[in-house]
T-cell receptor, first 115, second 112 residues
């Protein structure tokens, strides 16, 4: 079964450092997302991406965050200057055309720890 | 305030029993709801969805019930198995395609 893959599985960084989280969505999917989950809390929407541009973003997705799809396969989330409160599990997700919204395929996540 | 939430944070059931996980939502205009399962160390996995023009939908061993009058959603798992142990989240459609608002989750533990 096709799956969304994410790297790294765990990254530890110092506050103020830049972090890039990478995702390879399912190959024929067209819509891409980043969600985050602070430990023990609910999953929160960050951003959606379609046709090489952001289609929607949440209040969490401030100027410190950016996304891009540089080579047609990878989908990256960059945090320019990490803060302690950015520590969370970050999930990439994708969906194909014509699928129901809920049928997002999530990756296994990248755990970010900011010290 | 929070749009989607859950009544109980944990639920423990005996293997073979039926499980019922509940969810309350506050946005009466919500038109689409989903249940996700999240196993330890993994991403959420789609279980079943329901649109607001329905009040019940069945899948394999799972049933989702929607009561729009009281803005309540439930997930019923028949003959619960150890593999069903996970955190279960309800979610509703937020904005555009793929923007989901998740509730806090209920941790289901299945005792053998």
């Amino acid at each position: 079964e096709p799956e969304v893959t994410q790297t790294p599985s765990h990254q530890v960084t110092q506050m103020g450092q830049e972090v890039i989280l990478r995702c390879v969505p399912i190959s024929n999917h067209l819509y891409f997302y980043w969600y985050r989950q602070i430990l023990g809390q609910k999953v929160e929407f960050l951003v959606s991406f379609y046709n090489n541009e952001i289609s929607e973003k949440s209040e969490i997705f401030d100027d410190q965050f950016s996304v891009e799809r540089p080579d047609g396969s990878n989908f990256t989330l960059k945090i320019r200057s990490t803060k302690l409160e950015d520590s969370a599990m970050y999930f990439c997700a994708s969906i194909g055309r014509g699928r129901n919204t809920g049928e997002l395929f999530f990756g296994e996540g990248s755990r970010l720890t900011v010290l | 305030g929070e749009s989607v939430g859950l009544h109980l944070p944990t639920l423990s059931v005996q293997e073979g029993d039926n499980s019922i996980i509940n969810c309350a939502y506050s946005n009466s205009a919500s038109d689409y709801f989903i249940w996700y399962k999240q196993e330890s160390g993994k991403g959420p996995q789609f279980i079943i969805d329901i649109r607001s023009n329905m009040d019940k939908r069945q899948g394999q061993r799972v049933t989702v019930l929607l009561n729009k009058t009281v803005k309540h959603l439930s997930l019923q798992i028949a003959a619960t198995q150890p593999g069903d142990s996970a955190v279960y989240f309800c979610a509703e459609r937020g904005g555009s395609q793929g923007n989901l608002i998740f509730g806090k989750g209920t941790k289901l533990s299945v005792k053998p």
